[in-house]
């Protein structure tokens, strides 16, 4: 196992920040911790990383546990949203402290360095500052330089935050591309759900200090556990409805089969996605198409129906037909998952 | 218009002043440079010039620690120590000077310590020290401690992740993170150990050859009539200020 964490706590002030995490990840697998932020998936990581001291739990690398180590005796690699980079540095010289400080011989540690910087694709910029780099470059140094001490594991912390959605989007190919080269276990903090989802083997989504859940992408997006999780990693509408005598719950103007163990009368509340919704042009329809936005070979559209407001995915030659103000039918495409209503 | 106003001020309050200096010295320079020499004036700038550089030892070295004591710690009666540390910008040298007599002499509370350790601290060169330290206080500290508050630890976690011990992070990346606070913490340092008149007067008592500074001298001689002494080594002051503001970068200027 590369990275196992039992039970951890940790609260800062009066704020409990986490509330008992555990997770556990396979050498040489990449795992992204996906939440929003403020739900505490830094921080998880910061504690992998030693950088902050949990209250409670257990924190194991490779085997060994690690808790009552410092940071610089963990052997992880971390890479930070802002970059972090040693300003006064030049890069090569950024690359290479991590040998430097372990007494590796200068010729060879510049050696290494720059063999490192020619992998991540910034071989003729090792004489730079960082200043000198554009974001994307900086965050490359920044993997390099977590890189050069050959880390057991590598945690990342929101790395292509602070980036344009162009550069995010090339780099975590590429990072996921790397990964696959170099094996090393790797964390990924994320608040972006497409970025967790694509790059990852499996992702923990962290909510309020607890895991909400954990598992593969497909698991994720199609077996979301919980309304958030749903809502999170997809585009849905929630509407709430009750149990009718036909045994389907009517909401929103919908109808749809119900969870098992709902009675008649039971107040519920569904979560639908958006690509679930099917659109008809129907003159007599109750659906009101409101706004269309065209995405790739998608368009996402907006409409009301029966007084809420519903979002629906369709393909691209379908959404040329409907107009704004025009009339639809909306029907369930799939069977949607429902959620009762809590309390 | 604004423009021009504000030239025509800063050229009437700093420029014409400085220019009259000038001429005074200019109207009579063997006199000046005869009275500097015979009435202690170079052993007084010597003086002063050594009190600057124990300044910034001391506050380079305290300044430091404090800095990042208020920067990246957080302890109970951190707030009063973040206050403590600007007095000696705010009460008047010679308050502080008159606190440190009661202090140290007869009766004072450290009288018995520094006679234990059998130093004179009044009208002596220890005297000197502690008022010179005493107002150069703040400069090092806030220095430090705004570079550290506005790069944060980043670079240093960062450093810690790559292995670094706690030392190697000081040296390697904090250290040079503060260079150009160390750097404006020293010229400020200078300039005002190199200006203080009301501490060192009040605990040294301006003994020629004992503890006279450069500005005590301009006073001593101005009492004595020994204008063209006082004018001298006014200019030597006014020129070593001016070459220290200019020696400072740019942003720094614009702050202070």
């Known amino acids: ?343 | 218009m604004v423009t021009a106003a504000a030239i025509l001020w800063v050229v009437g309050l700093v420029g014409v002043p400085l220019g009259a200096l000038l001429l005074a010295v200019g109207a009579e320079p063997a006199q000046v440079v005869a009275e500097l020499v015979e009435q202690g004036g170079l052993d007084a700038l010597g003086r002063s010039i050594v009190l600057a550089v124990f300044a910034v030892l001391v506050g380079g070295v305290t300044g430091t620690l404090g800095g990042l004591v208020l920067a990246r710690q957080r302890f109970w009666g951190r707030a009063v120590l973040d206050v403590a540390v600007d007095l000696p910008l705010a009460v008047s040298p010679v308050i502080v000077g008159l606190a440190f007599v009661i202090l140290y002499g007869r009766g004072g509370w450290l009288e018995p310590v520094a006679t234990a350790l059998g130093v004179k601290v009044l009208f002596a060169t220890p005297g000197l020290f502690l008022a010179t330290a005493f107002v150069c206080l703040p400069f090092f500290v806030r220095e430090v401690a705004l570079v550290l508050e506005e790069v944060g630890t980043s670079e240093e976690d960062a450093a810690r992740t790559l292995g670094a011990s706690e030392w190697q992070v000081f040296v390697w990346v904090t250290l040079p993170q503060l260079r150009g606070a160390l750097r404006v913490g020293t010229l400020l340092t200078v300039a005002r150990a190199l200006g203080e008149f009301g501490a060192v007067l009040v605990l040294g008592g301006a003994i020629e050859g004992r503890t006279q500074t450069a500005t005590t001298f301009v006073h001593t001689m101005m009492e004595e009539r020994h204008d063209a002494g006082a004018f001298g080594m006014s200019l030597i002051l006014a020129a070593m200020t001016v070459l220290l503001v200019q020696a400072l970068p740019t942003g720094a200027r614009t702050k202070h």
């Open chain 1, 1 to 343: 196992m590369g990275i196992v964490a039992k039970n951890l706590h940790k609260q800062f002030g009066e704020t409990q920040v986490i509330r008992g995490v555990s997770l556990s990840v396979d050498r040489g697998e990449m795992v992204s911790l996906l939440g929003p932020s403020g739900g505490g998936k830094s921080t998880v990581l910061r504690i992998l990383a030693g950088l902050e001291r949990a209250d409670s739990g257990e924190v194991w690398l490779d085997g060994q546990r690690v808790d009552h180590l410092d940071a610089a005796s963990r052997g992880v690699g971390f890479v930070f949203q802002h970059y972090a980079l040693f300003r006064h540095m030049r890069v090569v010289d950024n690359v290479a402290f991590g040998l430097k400080v372990r007494k590796v011989n200068p010729v060879e540690a510049r050696r290494r360095a720059e063999a490192l910087l020619t992998r991540v694709g910034l071989g003729g910029l090792s004489e730079r500052w960082p200043d000198e780099l554009s974001g994307g470059q900086r965050q490359r140094v920044a993997l390099a330089r977590a890189l050069a001490p050959e880390p057991r594991v590598l945690l990342l912390d929101e790395p292509f935050g602070a980036l344009d959605a162009r550069v995010r989007a090339d780099l975590r190919e590429w990072l996921r591309r790397l990964h696959d080269e170099v094996g090393a276990t790797t964390v990924l903090v994320t608040h972006d759900q497409e970025e967790a989802l694509s790059v990852s083997d499996r992702v923990i989504l962290v909510k309020d200090g607890l895991i909400e859940q954990d598992g593969s992408p497909s698991e994720i997006v199609d077996a979301p556990r919980t309304e958030f999780v749903a809502r999170f990693v997809g585009e849905v509408n929630v509407v709430e409805g009750v149990v009718g005598a036909d045994g389907l719950l009517s909401a929103g103007g919908l109808s749809m089969r119900i969870p098992a163990g709902s009675k008649v009368g039971d107040r519920l509340r569904a979560v639908l996605r958006s690509h679930e919704l099917h659109l008809e042009l129907d003159p007599r329809g109750l659906g009101v198409v409101r706004r269309v936005v065209p995405l790739d070979d998608r368009a996402r559209v907006e409409l009301s129906l029966n007084g809420a407001s519903l979002v629906a995915r369709v393909p691209r030659a379908q959404a040329q037909a409907l107009t704004i103000g025009g009339s639809v039918t909306v029907a369930l495409h799939e069977p949607a998952r429902v959620w009762a209503i809590e309390g």
